[in-house]
């Protein structure tokens, strides 16, 4: 048996040798004795407190007694596990387009790839897979995420079995788009070091201007499927009539306020097909949305320019209107972390011990609500002897 939280072993123990103690000081009604000026006494019980050597209600004792080890045993949170030793790996392995070359990150994670290690592929979504996948490994055009990729990491980590701790190892070229503003605070829940692995980053490629166009033709979509460029329907069609107004849109780090009417773009409207929303209005609904077509995308955006005004004038609307303009999937960021944030990323310490992970992701463990249970029972059985008793 092992417990998470054992210094609460010592307080259970402590709370029971004080109500031991307070048992002690025992509360007695003195002997009768006739008063001849009884009018002089006060109209209350009279009681005196004096020491015994020997407790007095022995059972009472005991039940408070037993009450409080339990519940001391309880927050120390006990689990019964299996014997576990080594060390197994986790292994983080970027297929994200921020990657160069698929094979130099197959091999990179094959040479540190044991049997029993855990397995996560990611780029802006990210699974667990089996190690057989790693030969099939190929590079995709969304970018990756750091953030997403951790969690999913926990996740994994938790369930592995017989390994006493985890190591986790990201094999990535870790660049500036896979980090975002969730990612300190993702890697912060995990209970150890990380080691880095870094992989050749691939050169930001080079796609034609995104092409604006009042409605899609088949000429544009051909150009869209060929080039790898954006197609933008901007204004797209959407309903005349707005759903109410909005304060601002956002679009990454950057927020543009403003009068506008809050429209839906007809692709995020319809969730099909998987459309990525762009950009937000301040209430959360999407106010710009992309579809995959071919080696290009289709970007439909719902916000209308104020006819007057010097709203597109300003720095934040540039901004936002050369994000809009961007290339599929956003703007390519291939620039290396820096000392920074790979010294955060890395942290200190080895290996996670694999008892906190799962205690992390089980919570309570069944053993805590049967010894809490317990205690509830003593403390109903002490309350009906107490009243009993007086």
Do not use: K, Y
């Not at 010592?10 to 002997?31: D, E, F, N, S």
């Not at 601002?248 to 459309?275: H, I, Q």
């Amino acid at each position: 048996m092992s417990f998470a939280a054992p210094a609460f072993l010592l307080a259970g123990a402590l709370g029971a040798l004080a109500v031991a103690a307070l048992h002690l000081l025992a509360r007695q009604r003195p002997r009768a004795a006739p008063f001849p000026t009884a009018r002089f006494i006060p109209e209350r019980q009279a009681r005196a407190a004096s020491r015994a050597l020997i407790p007095t209600d022995l059972l009472l004792l005991a039940l408070r007694a037993a009450a409080m080890l339990l519940l001391g045993a309880a927050f120390a949170r006990p689990a019964w596990e299996p014997a576990r030793h080594g060390t197994a790996r986790m292994l983080l392995v970027d297929r994200s387009r921020a990657v160069a070359s698929a094979a130099e990150a197959r091999d990179s994670a094959r040479a540190r790839w044991r049997e029993g290690d855990g397995v996560v592929l990611f780029d802006s979504a990210a699974r667990a897979a089996a190690a057989e996948s790693l030969g099939a490994l190929a590079v995709v055009r969304t970018p990756g995420s750091l953030a997403g990729a951790l969690v999913a990491a926990h996740e994994a980590a938790a369930s592995m079995a017989g390994a006493d701790s985890v190591q986790l190892v990201i094999v990535s070229p870790l660049v500036r788009e896979e980090w975002d503003a969730a990612t300190g605070a993702v890697r912060a829940q995990w209970p150890g070091g990380i080691v880095l692995v870094r992989t050749t980053a691939a050169a930001a490629p080079r796609v034609p201007r995104a092409r604006v166009v009042d409605a899609v033709t088949p000429r544009d979509s051909l150009w869209a499927t060929d080039s790898a460029g954006a197609l933008v329907v901007w204004p797209s069609p959407f309903s005349a009539a707005a759903d109410g107004s909005a304060g601002a849109v956002v679009l990454g780090d950057d927020v543009v306020v403003g009068p506008f009417p809050r429209r839906t773009p007809p692709s995020a409207e319809r969730r099909a097909p998987t459309p990525v929303v762009i950009a937000r209005w301040n209430d959360g609904a999407p106010a710009a949305a992309e579809r995959a077509l071919g080696a290009g995308c289709v970007r439909e955006v719902a916000i209308e320019p104020p006819a007057a005004g010097d709203l597109v004038l300003r720095e934040s609307w540039i901004r936002l209107r050369a994000g809009l303009l961007g290339p599929c999937g956003g703007a390519v960021d291939a620039r290396p972390l820096g000392d920074s944030a790979l010294a955060l990323l890395r942290g200190v310490g080895g290996a996670a011990p694999a008892r906190a992970l799962r205690a992390e992701r089980d919570g309570a463990p069944p053993l805590t609500a049967w010894l809490l249970a317990a205690a509830a029972l003593l403390l109903v059985g002490e309350m009906a002897l107490r009243r009993r008793a007086a």
